[in-house]
Structures are given as structure tokens and as C-alpha cells.
């Protein structure tokens, strides 16, 4: 068994910064790719930025620049740091990562509960 969840977020004024963090705990032997997804209202789920085990990145292009993701694989941890944060940014942030729990296992998905982040005057 796994469990994924997150932290951070919440309301934030135009602007204004965000850190959303991921802890994944239980039966982990390793995690491949760490990534963080979000979901406006109304608006199919997208993907936010990912990193892979071998700290590759990738990011969406609203985002380039603005927000940074990393890793600790000490502590099976993702974080997503937001700056310059605007009112579209808003929406529920999720975290996702790939999990084998054995050597010989396979990767599976887990998803983080979500977090409602606001970003308003």
C-alpha cells in the first residue's frame, strides 16, 4: 500500500508565491516520475510540470520561468513552487507520481487528494 499526500497551497494575492509539497510513504522501492496536475473549473485536468528520477523536467508553457518542480528521493517528496502567481492560475493542484514497489514490480499510479489553491485580491 501507498499513500500520497499533499500540503501547501491555499489563497494567494495577484502576484504573490505558493509552494505545494507530496510525500509518498508505504511500500516504495523506488518512484519514477513526480508531477504535479491541476484542474480549473470547468476545464479538463493538465499537466503542470514533471520530474523524472533522473531530475528531468518538463513544464507547461503558462508556466515556464514562473514555477519550478524538484525532488527528494530521500524523503519520496515533490515540491511545486509558484511565483508570480495570476488569478488563471486558480484551481485544484494534484500530484501524481509512478511507484514500484518491489524490484521486480511495476510502476503504478497514485494521486495525491488535491489542493484548492486561490489567487485573488
Known amino acids: 500500500q501507498v499513500q500520497v499526500v499533499q500540503s501547501g497551497g491555499g489563497l494567494v494575492q495577484p502576484g504573490g508565491s505558493l509552494r505545494l509539497s507530496c510525500t509518498a510513504s508505504g511500500d516504495i522501492f523506488a518512484i519514477y516520475m513526480m508531477a504535479w496536475y491541476r484542474q480549473a473549473p470547468g476545464k479538463q485536468r493538465e499537466l503542470v510540470a514533471s520530474i523524472t528520477s533522473s531530475h528531468s523536467t518538463n513544464y507547461a508553457d503558462s508556466v515556464k520561468g514562473r514555477f519550478t518542480i524538484s525532488r527528494d528521493d530521500a524523503k519520496n517528496t515533490v515540491w511545486l513552487q509558484m511565483n508570480s502567481l495570476q488569478p488563471e492560475a486558480a484551481a485544484v493542484y494534484y500530484c501524481?507520481?509512478?511507484?514500484?514497489?518491489?524490484?521486480?514490480?511495476?510502476?503504478?499510479?497514485?494521486w495525491g487528494q488535491g489542493t484548492q489553491d486561490t489567487v485573488s485580491s
Open positions: 501524481n507520481m509512478d511507484v514500484k514497489d518491489t524490484e521486480d514490480g511495476n510502476f503504478v499510479d497514485y
